[in-house]
């Protein structure tokens, strides 16, 4: 599957590095980039653009992180982070501005009331992605019924 660049959307849940591998991975083989997205949820009582100070510290940590282990992989990584109302149109819409001829997501096992849950974010995702969608849900495992994560 040759493809010149890759969207790997990230926040900070745990399946960040297991995600920016196997991009890393599909990236060596076919030369490709790899963007590297943070998405900050902005609450409707705030304003677009509002100051989420320790929101975005965090989301800055998590993409310096990325960037130091696209280099130690050696793959060529770009992070980007943006606010906005919900993460999954954010995601696709920045899938279509930087052409992206794949997203690569990992999520973690997570449970929501005792049934295992994909969440709101990657269903919209994988229904509005205008290009392919390689999702990789971890491991099931004792502790995570109560993980809950973003994407």
């Known amino acids: 599957m040759p493809v010149g660049k890759i969207l790997v959307p990230v926040h900070d849940n745990g399946c960040d590095d297991e995600a920016l591998r196997l991009a890393g991975d599909i990236a060596k083989i076919s030369k490709a980039t790899i963007h590297a ?59 279509v501005e930087r052409g992206s001829e794949l997203i690569v997501m990992q999520m973690p096992y997570k449970k929501r009331f005792g049934t295992f849950t994909l969440g709101d974010t990657i269903p919209y995702i994988l229904k509005n992605a205008p290009c392919q969608v390689i999702l990789c849900r971890d491991a099931m495992t004792t502790g995570a019924e109560n993980g809950a994560a973003h994407v």
């Open 37 to 95: 997205l943070y998405v900050i949820e902005v609450n409707r009582n705030l304003p677009l653009d509002a100051e989420i100070t320790q929101e975005t510290s965090k989301a800055e940590k998590v993409l310096h992180h990325l960037e130091r282990l696209g280099r130690e992989l050696k793959c060529s990584v770009e992070a980007t982070l943006v606010q906005a109302r919900d993460v999954g149109p954010a995601v696709v819409q920045e899938a």
